[in-house]
């Protein structure tokens, strides 16, 4: 904002309004650096009683004013800027409660046009909730049909290159006329259309859109085949969110008056940061935010950045859809305990009726995080269907190239040139032990060869993002000191092996110029402790037919960074990583690893829930 | 200390309700302000626009598309029936000719003189919205709906199926903790609101759905049963739509749990009464709770309505219920807030409150763990 002079801030309080919690951080300047001082939350209050997100956000910043010891409000309003010690001198904050942004999007050729129209709505921080093209094999009369059932908030039209053909894109504009589309949230206002289309068809969609729509037109999101152009729809999309969505969920016209700063929707704010990391460092990076209703992953990977949500997997209002697309037997097969399939259906249902409980037990913390890793996987899996080459594109070959027949459109993740996996949302950040963090991460990602993990450790990632637009220095500093928290390397040879015979055969030079030698059998992880901020150079050895980068039963020399869990060599396979299909096998195997990383506290945590496991009461 | 507390559902024996019943397009709307109206009369009416189908003329004759419209047999307005001629060509004098026939019965809505498509729009849809309770209509939104506003007994369930339904209200267990049993659904029950205690089967269910009952209130229900019941796992929760011949209301959770006491004696008293009931339930964006209206005019239920708020703060002596396992059902008092962070056995550091379950003992519970009850 061209209205604030980043220099002259000295308290920036912060909140990211989630669908289930609030959360609100403060940041001060302290000497020449910006640091985090203390984070607050309380349950977001979109829904009824209370119907006014605000009531939320004043019960997260009094939680921080408790902590800081300090005041920042003045009975309902933020006091700004700040005076002495009292109130601050910016307060901006990202939203993604009631249901965050939903969108339709629409091309003319679903793999071309349609694609790069959903990769523009996912950047912008959008749920995506049907693609619309010309071939996407459905009938006009159906196209219509869904168009007036989804009532989304917004559509994004695009279509054709510029110059190219424009009866496509009039048809698509001509089933939008017909089905005159309404918003879901309430019919008081037209629906936002934007078109980002070719060019020569802007009379055309005027002409169509002009009367029943609010009509936005921008840049070609694809104005030649071989180039997305991305940038002028997102910034469109996020002027609508804020013009349109926002301004009619419940209690954000007020919120929006307290913030000099548009109001962003999370995950745009939280790709923001992650672009940020991977371009600052010249790193490819995996990032994923678990929330609970929805699972978002970005990533950077030859420079493009990427962003999917799975709209209904997250580990509350979501978490029974996780159980519906994962499969109970997914779900359990992370379990290292008995228990009864009923019983684990009610729990999982429980929680998603009650979405704000926590797990109180153990045995309640591992079903937890047996979810989530399957909730991680399966975003996981949608991120790499739609993180792909730009399709329809001639591409040129060389011989090398005819060896491996790259088609276009092949996903860009890949694990095996993966540097920096980032962890976030409350299962990964809240988790009570780092260690159990990484552990889900390796299982639901299965990153290989050399990769470093890191959480957000109090997940405010959201909040940066947003802080970025306004004083990048503060938002990296405090990204870097504060939030970001490096667990440490982990290490996967990837190929076949046997049960328990050597994988990988290590040396590792520690600081201080101790040496450490040792070998990992296949099927088995190890931990080996490396503080943060401390590296060690590795050679490491796999046997044949493994590969730990530089190709099968070939040496590689690295350098592991160390964290707060440490090296993580983990020889449980990888393409394939396979879990015992023997019931008392898989729980052994699964303890072993839980107890190889100490994930769980030293009560044997099988032994206790099987003696302890509660069933619901009352059962007649 | 900040307010920490989840918000308990509303169970309340005497309240002002309104209710907004509006169209989905504007239409007419049949009542006035302050006329009584009972739950199943019909308020306001209109008609959904049909189907569009597209017909590509220009490619099926063969013509270019700024032409089509010197092709049609009838102008752009005109009704067509399903398979007569609504556009012909002629060619090589007349000899060879190409016919589009209207796929549906409808009307020429437009033409496109860029695609040389013709919109066909099939016959508009009836739709009704009727009073969903016995009560008054307040206000009269023109064209689109009304608001009805009735007053009586109101009770909020955790999670619902099925969609709006009425009926006489009819308890068929003798308390609380009693599972809801095949043998006590019998003909007598047909046409009304049952309620049973802690636990129902599908299979009691579907007895109660032959035997026409209209909804069922219930405790308890598993997620297992949901499925052979709805015949797919249900994801995300929201319901409301589904046709299954019943609406079913749980008060409490999944897994078998004794109803409430103030909720099942407040649904005893309103025995014989006709009551309105929703399944509908949505756990995001716009909360929404399946619910059972018992309308009451002549206000016996008013002097309870004093003692009905569970909203606020929570203090010590209030009556919480505990909403995860491992003491998920259990009703206790609040004996401390203790302000500082205590650890779980997961060791995460957390808000708590400690909890008297009635047998002396104490137990700290996090703070998101319960939900305030009235006593």
Known sequence: MSTIDPEKLNSILATDCGSTTTKAVLIERRGSEYRLIVRGEAPTTVEAPFEDVTRGVLNAIMEVEELAGRKILDGERIITPQHGTEGVDLYISTSSAGGGLQMMVSGVVKSMTGESAQRAALGAGAIVMDVIASNDGRLPHEKIKRIRHLRPDMILLSGGVDGGTTSHVAEMAELLAAADPKARLGAGYELPVIYAGNKDAVEIVKERLGKKVALTITENLRPVLERENLGPARDKIHDMFMEHVMAHAPGYRKLMTWSPVPIMPTPGAVGLIIETIAREEKITVIGVDIGGATTDVFSVFQGVFNRTVSANLGMSYSVSNVLVEAGLANILRWVPFEIEERDLRNRIKNKMIRPTTIPQSLEELIIEQAIAREALRLAFEQHKSLAVGLKGVQQERTISDTFEQTASGETLVRLDHLDLLVGSGGVLSHAPRRAQAALMMLDAFLPEHVTELAVDSIFMAPQLGVLSTVHPRAAKEVFEKDCLVRLGSAVAPVGPGRDGVTALSVTLEMPGGKREEFSVPYGYIRLLPLELGETAKATLRPEKGLDVGEGKGKERVVTLKGGVVGLMFDARGRQPFKLPEDRLARIAKLNQWNEALAIYPPRDAAKVSVAELRPVEARA | ?375
């Not at chain 2, 099926?60 to 005109?78: I, Q, R």
């Not at chain 2, 016995?134 to 009586?152: A, F, N, Q």
């Not at chain 2, 009304?192 to 209209?214: E, F, N, S, W």
């Not at chain 2, 409301?240 to 649904?267: H, K, N, Q, Y």
Request: proline share 6%.
């Open chain 2, 1 to 375: 200390m900040a307010h920490s507390y989840t918000p308990g559902l509303k169970v309340t024996a005497f309240t002002t309700l309104r209710r907004e019943r509006k169209l989905p397009l504007p239409g007419d709307v049949l009542v006035k302000v302050g006329q009584r109206v009972a739950a199943s009369d019909v308020v306001a009416r209109t008609q959904l626009p049909g189907n569009v189908q597209a017909v590509n003329v220009a490619n099926l004759l063969g013509v270019l598309p700024e032409d089509v419209e010197e092709f049609l047999t009838k102008p752009v307005g005109s009704a067509v029936d399903k398979g007569e001629v609504f556009a012909e060509s002629k060619s090589f004098f007349g000899l060879f000719r190409s016919k589009c026939h209207a796929p549906v019965k409808g009307t020429i809505e437009s033409v496109s003189k860029v695609t040389g498509q013709v919109l066909l729009r099939e016959e508009p849809i009836p739709v009704e919205v009727d009073a969903y309770v016995d009560g008054t209509i307040v206000e009269v939104h023109p064209r689109s709906g009304v608001t009805v506003e009735t007053r009586g007994a109101f009770i909020q369930g955790i999670f619902g199926v099925g969609g709006e339904t009425a009926g006489e209200l009819h308890v068929s267990v003798s308390g609380p903790q009693e599972p809801l049993e095949e043998r006590s659904i019998d003909a007598a029950c047909r046409g009304k609101v049952v309620v049973g205690g802690a636990y129902v089967t599908t299979a009691v269910l579907r007895k109660a759905i032959a035997q026409g009952v209209k909804a069922v209130v219930i405790g308890g229900f598993d997620d297992h049963d949901l499925r052979q019941l709805l015949g797919y796992d249900l994801g995300v929760a929201i319901t409301g739509s589904e046709e299954l011949g019943i609406t079913l209301i749980v008060t409490e959770g999944f897994g078998s749990i004794p109803m409430a006491t103030r909720t099942f004696d407040l649904l005893r008293s309103c025995e014989g009464r006709h009551v309105s009931v929703s399944g509908a339930t949505q756990i995001r964006a716009g909360v929404q709770r399946p619910e059972i209206v018992a309308p009451d005019p002549e206000g016996a239920g008013a002097r309870e309505a004093a003692h009905d708020s569970v909203e606020g703060g929570m203090k010590p002596g209030d009556t919480v219920r505990v909403i995860r396992q491992p003491y998920f059902g259990r009703i206790g008092k609040v004996t401390a807030l203790p302000p500082e962070l205590w650890p779980l056995e997961t060791e995460a550091k957390v808000r708590v409150l400690e909890v008297d379950f009635g047998n002396g003992s104490r137990t700290l519970l996090p703070r998101a763990n319960v939900e305030m009850i009235e006593s």
